[in-house]
């Protein structure tokens, strides 16, 4: 049998079974560990996972006579250089300035998403003001609009301040982001503790200087997860840059389908681009990628 102690403390005293302070231990001593079999299959998925990015440099290092051949090949081949140079080098495309207008693009609307998400996001959790449900129920409402329901009064809208065929005109329409109001809002109830935002206030701190000082060191872990979400959305939007913009100020996706324009698609320039395009997206996983999946997993936890 085992025996019973009891732990004596400032709050009452509390009955722990020794047999179970004897097995917790070994019990995650158990999960940690990880066999062949988790190994194998990581490596099965890493594998699954990767062959895209594999088979796209691949297809790009060919000329367009290997590309459709059967079996399609699987080891690079040597115009790798050659077809990167002609997409840069088409004069029809401009694929220099769409890299650079995506770049500007998705980071002013990323850091302006995290701003304004995290403002709204403090504001709706820890600020008491009359109409914050309502508010907040409207905002979660806009997240169930279709976004292409609005490209109409966009467009007008754009129209009446002279910015269509600028970069502006993809800029402002996504500073502010439903999702991203709603995901620091969820986080910022469980990460800033009540109490910490009270004695900022005793020690005479004021609203803003409380969010910049107190709530945002907080919210880091769930802004970075959002700044990388919208990084992506906008680096991977089409429509509405094809809509807006002139052929004098692309963006990636809309040169991308550029290159296939015509009477002859040339696969292998198109696989090229779409390489090049890619590249942004998958250095910024390599070097945030454990300051990305460790937000993830707090932003979880948090939630």
Known sequence: M??????QDTEPA??????????APRRRGRLRESGPLTYGILVIALAVSAFPLYFMVVMASRPNDQITTVPPPLSPGDKLVDNVQRVFAN?????????????????VCSAAVVLCSSLAGFAFAKLR????????????????????LGFIPLYMLMTKLN????????????????????????????AVPDELIEAARIDGASTIRIFWSVVLPALRPA??????????????????????????????????????????ADQALVIAGTLVGTLPLAVVFVVFGRQIIGGIMEAGIKA
């Open 2 to 7: 085992s025996r019973v102690i009891a732990v």
């Open 14 to 23: 509390l009955v722990v079974s020794e047999t179970v302070m004897a097995k």
């Open 91 to 107: 004069p029809d495309v401009l694929f220099s300035q769409a890299m650079v207008n995506t770049l500007i693009v998705a980071g």
């Open 129 to 148: 003001f009359r109409g914050r449900n309502a508010l907040l129920l409207t905002v979660i409402a806009t997240m169930m609009v279709p976004i292409q």
């Open 163 to 190: 910015l269509v065929g600028q970069l502006p005109s993809v800029i402002l329409p996504f500073v502010v982001s439903g999702f991203g109001v709603f995901m620091m809002r969820q986080y910022a109830g469980q």
């Open 223 to 264: 802004a970075a997860v959002l700044g990388l979400f919208t990084f992506m959305e906008r680096w991977n939007d089409f429509l509405w840059p094809y809509l807006v913009l002139s052929p004098d100020h692309p963006t990636v996706q809309v040169a991308l389908s550029r290159l296939s324009n015509g009477y002859y």
